[in-house]
């Protein structure tokens, strides 16, 4: 099997978020990149295919600038096979995003899985999955929690809100979202991450895709931070009182009641 | 000149020997195939010293007074008695030899020590047995091989004095009296009744039950654990000299290595070979296990006996070389709980008797285990992401990491204008920097260096985890890019002194960093402020009424020998300080030692809640601490015991600081 991993690098969790001084991106300087949580996940289920069908292929796709090489190298120190890295701006949306991958795919080998994870840890958008299997015309099963394989199909569950879960059966090609839960990402060996360097990551530029930064759909104007959070209050009294006190604020102050 | 019984004895004689000889020499082979280098040839002087007080003098076997002064006078006694046993086989070979023409004087005091030993050798072998037999401590495993031991051990002296009783009877020697306790046995003998010439023979036969008892004897011994006569003297001279060590480095830069860390046996080193060959299975490292203790699946004596029998069951293979047919060092005897469940508080190494370095040999495998396979428990995972990214086990930003010290007057290095000028770097550490509780014990020890008008600084955001915690769980390459790292920074500021509040940190960067580069006169914080104190910098008021006691950190106590520094800060201020049944270098670990911290304890009893038990004890109601993770580690035990409102755990700096008045 032909197996693609999309992954994107994000800030560490811990990362204080910054603005760049004319507001229109955050401060990149100074941040630690890692791979986003969930596209672990996909990463993971991708290698387990792989032992599934031994001849399998594992492909790490990660779209942005020169940065994405190091989470794509992640990827490849887990075990995947191959790398590719599309060249877009840093300031990418998620339909250009997708276009590509979905154009540089139909230059690869045959795609019989995509992986992604369900949505990336910095904006949260959870769009790219959908919007790759739109662009490619197959099936999209997103927020994934286990997944069998055949050689040409795959049944699914997926988990829809409030806790219930659909079965889903597909056929393949598919884009398979990750969730947390699909599997255990392992930690890659030392012998594998010396490997990972060795191993080859092919780049390809918007123009090779006949495409170009106007392509973009959204317009990025202007950023600002949440304001601060506000100290805790600690009511004092009787619980009477403080409940008698908390309606009050609520009422009174926050206009919720 | 030779008869019958010579040509006999020789060829008994030499038959045994060549057995013996060709199993010894296989075990040289054994521990010579090991893959592992060790370089212990240096500091000749020590080592020679190190072993005439530990071998000749049995020091370290002393150490446990009943049982050390029996296995003294049995291995004094067996020195002196293999001189009669040396004697005994010349004058079979060549009939009328003898050690009389050392002198007559001399001759006969030979004699009476013999004799002496012998009788006393005989009360050792019975004490030994009833220690076993009766007594049973858990630590000794009742065994064959050892109850073997004894029952040939007793034999042995039995049959030199009735030899010696019999040869009295029959030839009344000039010696007679020097042998007095076998000339009383040949009295007591006299009822049988015996002529001169069937008491020689009798003499004569017991001789020879001696001399093949040890003969037999000696071809036992390469196969049994009582090998230790031969291996513990050489495993005394090639050992650690010193309690301060690091862990050897791996090189990652040498592409020839294909394997980090132990897979095999025979990735050991010989040394390692040479301490498996030393245990004698006394149990005194189980004894003090604190894993053990808690009903973990690790007793280092097993680890021991383990990788003994690993090596043994593969000999043919090792003999041969062929690595890739040696079974994994991991099987079901020895299983990774056992590697886990180490805390590395190194408490079997300091009871060994022969010196036996059971942590290197538990580190080694953890690295094949991380490294190589990428076992290890699944929530150790995240702590080795944290380090990657953020340079610390714990889920902060290193933009973070100088947040604690906002307010304070505590300068960075990079806002120094003459870093010559300081006398510290004052290295924060993670938990310093990050863990609440931990952040309290700075701000104080910052109070204290300012009062005593110490010149420190810190490195502020530019600080990195000291990978201790990914070195001690077997990540030796995420330990080294922490390293190399924090080398860099330091020599970049030209640091010569640095002093810190983290005995894990202390550790490491004191006995560690020196591979890397980093050569740094470091101290822990509770040896600057016993200086301090003692050299009236700072004047606290021995005022605390509380009963108080002090948890030796075993990164301070165990594996930098410092006991007495914490204790004068605590005597500086408390009336009342006691001691916890296990104290000093027998002091129970708290539990979090080689990256236990990070690691879930679900195996057994909890060892913080035992340790914390023993503090209870001494009805103190405050714990002193001079370890950020002793400190959690017990502060939970009190939790657990229901007594986080009754006792207090304080590091010594907040101690001092309380005491100090403005």
Known sequence: ?257 | MFNFESLLFLIIAGAAFTYAGIQLKNLFLLAKAHQGTEKRCDRLGERITLTVLNVLGQKAVLQKKWIGILHATIFWGFLLITIGTLEQFLSTLIPGVSFEFLGKTFYSGLLWTQDLFTVLVFLAVLGGAYRRLIVKPAYVTLNKDANFILLFTGLLMISILLMNAFHIMGAHPWYENSLPFSASLSEGLLFLNLDPHTALLLGKTFKWVHMLIVLGFGMYIPSSKHLHVLAAGPNTFFQTIGRSKGMKPIDFEDETLEQYGTAKVTDLSWKDALDYYSCTECGRCQEVCPAWNTEKPLSPKKLISDLKYNLFRNKEAVLKKDYEAVSDVIDHELTSDVIWSCTSCRACEIACPVFIEHTDKIYDIRRDLVMMKSEFPSEVQTVFKNMETNATPWAFSADDRDAWCEDLPVKKMNEVSSPEELDYLLWVGCAGAYDDRNKKVLRSFTRILNKADVKFAILGKEEQCTGDPARRIGNEYLFQTLATANVETLNRYSVKKVVTACPHCFNTLKNEYGDFGGNYEVIHHTQLMADLIQSGKIKPSQSLEQKITYHDSCYLGRWNDEYSAPRKVLESVAKKPVEMKAHHDQSMCCGAGGGRMWMEETLGKRINVTRTEQALETGASVVASGCPFCMTMISDGLKTKDHQDTVLVKDLAEILDDSLTD
Request: charge should be negative; glycine fraction near 6%.
């Open chain 1, 1 to 257: 099997m032909n197996i693609y991993v999309c992954i994107k690098q994000v800030p560490d969790t811990e990362t204080k978020i910054k603005l760049n001084s004319d507001q229109t991106w955050i401060d990149t300087s100074g941040i630690k990149w890692i791979v986003s949580p969930y596209d672990e996940f996909a990463i993971e289920e991708g290698l387990k295919v792989k032992a599934q069908f031994p001849e399998s292929k594992v492909t790490i796709v990660s779209a942005g600038p020169d940065r994405v090489v190091d989470a794509i190298r992640t990827g490849l120190a887990m075990g995947a096979d191959t790398g590719l890295h599309i060249e877009l701006p840093e300031t990418a949306d998620h339909f250009i995003t997708a276009q590509a991958i979905s154009k540089a795919l139909q230059k690869e080998e045959k795609v019989d899985l995509l992986f992604c994870g369900k949505e990336a840890i910095d904006d949260g958008a959870a769009q790219t999955a959908q919007l790759i299997a739109a662009a490619m015309d197959i099936p999209a099963l997103t927020v994934i929690l286990e997944a069998q394989y055949t050689e040409n199909s795959v049944q699914v569950k997926r988990e829809v809100e409030g806790g219930t879960i659909e079965v889903l059966e597909s056929s393949l090609p598919a884009v398979i979202a990750a969730q947390k839960g699909l599997n255990e990402p392992r930690y890659a060996s030392l012998p594998n991450i010396m490997k990972a360097k060795k191993k080859e990551v092919k780049k390809v530029s918007l123009a090779d895709l006949g495409m170009s930064e106007s392509d973009q759909k959204v317009k990025l104007k202007n950023f600002e931070l949440p304001a601060p959070k506000a100290a805790g209050r600690k009511l004092d009294g009787t619980p009477a009182e403080m409940a008698a006190e908390l309606v009050k604020i609520l009422h009174e102050e926050v206009k919720v009641i």
